[in-house]
């Protein structure tokens, strides 16, 4: 076979071929580019919208709350129309008012109760149980509780006080109990209950995924050595769903912390015996009219929910690094 030299053209049928080690050659992109080709410029038109809407409905709304925090201002009287500036008077207030720190206290027991022991415990049991049951049976359940978490907040406080009525309630003509005010005699358990029933589902749709993530052959090899439910939860599921504990955990505190549709029920009294977070900024912003002690007290429950997302970010890195 005749040997060629580098320079003799390819021959006949052949195609010519790229040298080794080298590609395709792309043309160069222009500083001004973006990997979508669509420039600088109009890659930023694209943004604006969206950035003016964050401005006008997160930023300055921020912005305003921080200023209202440190003034006098009213919604009547003459502080609103010459509000004043008092510094840091309004936080001093709220952090040496008994009736803040009341407040938290419920607010406390209020997520601990509705939303730890409550939704993330109730809504775990209902996804491990429906694991096993037939497809039917599952749609169903899994069903009705979602349409407990879709309702508006309205329609489902409404609901129950229907069935917490003192004279034709549903509750009462279940156990026996006519007469009984479960709004006034149990204003804090009713709040819960009804904060559980609403936001149970939310829980249940988490943990649901997160048991699907499971290995089945752990769960096999568990159930062949013989181990019980417990042994189960204990050895194989909760330490493959950690993360998403601790994902649920973080969620349902600050909804519940934030929640405000328990004022529905029973506008936070009687008395201030259910008087949250929420509904003490409403109360004092709104109703009262102190739109500066108000803006002070939402800005320190702000600053309780960023320490709680603080507390779990360390947590969650602190679990991955190990």
Do not use: C, K
Not at 247 to 273: A, D, I, K, Q, Y
Not at 275 to 304: D, K, T, W
Request: hydrophobic content about 50%; glycine content about 8%.
């Amino acid at each position: 076979m005749p040997r060629t030299s580098p320079t003799d053209p390819p021959p006949l049928g052949s195609f010519p071929t790229e040298p080794e080690g080298e590609g395709p050659q792309r043309p160069a992109r222009r500083p001004d580019e973006d990997a979508a080709g669509l420039g600088r410029a109009r890659a930023t038109g694209f943004v604006i919208p969206a950035l003016l809407l964050i401005g006008v409905f997160l930023v300055f709304p921020a912005l305003w709350t921080l200023y209202l925090g440190v003034t006098n201002w009213r919604l009547t009287g003459l502080a609103a129309a010459e509000p004043e500036f008092v510094g840091l008077d309004n936080y001093v207030d709220a952090l040496t008012d008994d009736r803040f720190l009341n407040s938290l206290y419920l607010t406390a027991i209020f997520v601990f109760f509705s939303a730890i022991a409550g939704q993330m415990v109730l809504g775990f049991t209902i996804a491990w149980v429906l694991r096993r049951t037939g497809r039917v049976l599952r749609g169903t359940v899994e069903t009705l509780v979602l349409i407990a978490w879709i309702l508006p907040a309205s329609v489902i406080a409404w609901l129950w006080l229907v069935v917490l009525d003192r004279r034709n309630g549903t509750l009462n003509s279940i156990l026996g109990t006519e007469g009984t005010a479960w709004l006034l005699e149990y204003p804090m358990q009713s709040i819960i209950a009804f904060n559980i029933f609403n936001g149970t589902a939310f829980s249940m749709l988490l943990f649901s995924s997160a048991l699907a993530s499971i290995p089945p052959s752990q769960l096999e090899t568990a159930r062949m050595v013989g181990a019980r439910s417990w042994a189960t939860l204990r050895d194989v599921v909760f330490p493959n769903i950690r993360g998403h504990i601790l994902t649920v955990l973080l969620l349902v505190t600050l909804w519940t912390f934030n929640v405000f549709s328990p004022f529905l029920l029973t506008g936070g009294g009687p008395g201030r015996e259910t008087e949250i977070f929420p509904v003490l900024v409403y109360r004092l912003a709104l109703q009262a009219g102190e739109l500066g002690r108000g803006a002070a007290f939402s800005l320190i429950m702000i600053v309780i929910n960023l320490v709680i997302a603080l507390i779990y970010l360390r947590v969650l890195r602190e679990r991955r690094q190990s």
